[in-house]
């Protein structure tokens, strides 16, 4: 399991939104790259040094920190798009090789390097940006149906990472409500929200989701 590159975001015009930029276009970067939790959510900060979100109400903050998404998912959807994908083509931080991002379990933490700790939070759900970024009518809705997300991390151990570092899985929490399975509960399968509350490392927020979906 490794990094098979580290991405930086290219500030550029989103439309799509009727934001003055977006961060989504993800570039690999040669080097090491910082790692450090990023303040309160609404700064725009994340925990990569030299990028940054602009929709500041929905991404980045602690639980946003890190995204990560696998190259194996990516060459699936270069065979489906009929398209290539470099690493960062769906906006993520971290292209992963050899690690089932999406059925990391949430709270499992990855050791990546020597140095740096990072917890699994939540899934990514789509959004407008993203569809239009992909110039694909009907995005989300391929997306959603694949329910491959890739995972948001956040930062415990801070650090400097770089292409080519192993990602060693250091700690599993004992419970089985995964990336995926989250993912799943929050779009086309509200039947799974009562298994959500198990995870204990969840952000807040998709907890008091869970539990209001569940007492209607």
Known sequence: MKL???????????????????????????GPVAVTAPG???????????????DVKNHGGPDQAVYAYAREDLDRWQDELGRPLAGGAFGENLTTLGLDVNEALIGERWRIGSKVVLEVSCPRIPCATF???????????????????????????????????????????????????VFR?????????????????????????ARRRTTR
Do not use: C
């Open 4 to 30: 098979v590159s580290v991405n930086i975001g290219k500030p550029r015009p989103n439309p799509w939104k009727g934001l003055s930029a977006t961060g989504i276009d993800k570039r690999p970067v040669d």
């Open 40 to 54: 309160p959510k609404g700064t725009g900060a994340v925990g990569l040094a030299g990028d940054r979100v602009y």
């Open 131 to 181: 569809q239009g970024w992909l110039e694909r009518d009907g995005w989300i809705k391929q997306f959603t149906r694949a329910a491959l997300p890739g995972a948001y991390l956040r930062v415990i151990e801070p650090g400097d990472i770089r292409t080519g570092d192993p990602i060693e899985i250091v700690h599993q929490p004992g419970h089985n409500v995964t990336v995926a399975l």
């Open 185 to 209: 509960a929050m779009t086309l399968e509200p039947d799974l929200l009562p298994q959500l509350p198990a995870a204990d490392a969840l952000p807040e927020e998709i907890r008091e989701l």
